[in-house]
């Protein structure tokens, strides 16, 4: 069994928002030979209430309110926040909840209690910007060492990004201090980039298909989908978008499905000085005469069909 923490800066519902996060949620909860034991929230697609809020409700969907909610970062160790989409949105989400509450503490400090007290059984899948996992190394440098492995969805490795006010990948962009520290921790990790996750999609289709189960959670979250594409439409006429890219699933896919994705070990870092190339991440892949010590595996290659289908499998259940 592959037990699982899951980091999250989930909105799925929270109109304007990024869905993935929750379809990632969906998928850990789901698979048999995965146990999601703790859902921690940070600052990111949204504010850390709103995502503590989203995450409460998508568990309560999901038929598993029991499963812990931990508050955590709500903003970048040094960076300022950037816009979020305003709280009001969520009310409604508030108020089906009926008052319920995320579990006391602070994520960083939840991280370190469950991962110490089951030490190399813990994989910890990161899907937001990593501020709450650089706290929890900064806090108990032992983390590194009794974490089984780290999974993050961050960076862009293999090919650059053409928008310039956010050359690299949202999650690192946003608080790229905290990714040197994890990047620089020691702790066994494996990123997954955007030049890979942008190639599994959720079509329009598929989120027809989901809303029409009449199933609790993919009913909602395939309005959610197709909410979030009609955004994407809209933001960004000229791509014509009819899908959803499915980043934050495949990260959670890979922790008992490593083989869905080709691995390579690299030498990653990632430039937190310049405002030009802000949270730029840069792999050194070893293929040089002396190459430098890795630091993380790095996804290179993803088997989108086998993972679509294998996602879709189990959200349509939902
Ligand atoms: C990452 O940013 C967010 O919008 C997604 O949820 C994903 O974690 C992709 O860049
Ligand atoms: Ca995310």
């Known amino acids: 069994m592959h037990r699982i923490i899951l980091d999250t800066d989930v909105a799925m519902g929270a109109p304007g928002s990024d869905i993935d996060d929750g379809f990632a949620m969906a998928l850990a909860v789901d698979l048999a030979d995965q146990s999601l034991e703790l859902v921690t929230t940070v600052n990111g697609n949204t504010d850390v209430e709103t995502a503590t809020v989203v995450a409460l409700d998508l568990l309560d969907r999901l038929g598993r309110p029991g499963i812990p909610v931990v508050k955590g970062a709500p903003a970048p160790l040094l960076r300022p926040l950037h816009d979020h989409p305003a709280r009001d949105r969520v009310a409604g989400l508030r108020e089906r909840l009926g008052g319920r509450a995320p579990a006391p503490g602070r994520a960083a400090t939840a991280i370190i209690d469950h991962v110490l007290a089951n030490p190399g059984e813990i994989s910890l899948v990161a899907i937001g910007p990593l501020t709450n996992v650089a706290v929890a190394l900064i806090l108990e440098p032992s983390l590194s060492s009794a974490v089984k492995e780290i999974v993050v969805m961050g960076g862009v ?162």
């Open 157 to 318: 490795f293999l090919r650059t990004t053409s928008r310039l006010s956010m050359p690299g990948e949202f999650n690192i962009w946003i608080d790229p201090e905290a990714a040197a520290i994890v990047l620089n921790s020691g702790a066994h990790l494996r990123f997954i980039g955007l030049d890979v996750t942008l190639q599994v999609q959720l079509s329009r289709c598929d989120a027809d298909r989901l809303q029409a189960t009449g199933r609790p959670f993919a009913s909602y979250a395939g309005r959610c989908a197709n909410a979030w594409i009609d955004y994407l439409r809209a933001a960004y006429p000229r791509q014509g978008f009819d899908h959803a890219p499915m980043h934050d699933p495949l990260a959670v896919a890979v922790v008992s499905r490593p083989q869905l994705v080709t691995w390579r070990p690299a030498r990653v870092v990632v430039e937190a000085c310049s405002d030009i190339t802000r949270g730029v991440t840069v792999a050194d892949l070893l293929v040089s005469h002396r190459p430098p010590q890795p630091n993380c595996l790095v996804a290179t290659e993803v088997d989108s069909a086998a993972f679509i289908e294998f996602f879709l499998n189990h959200v349509y259940s939902l």
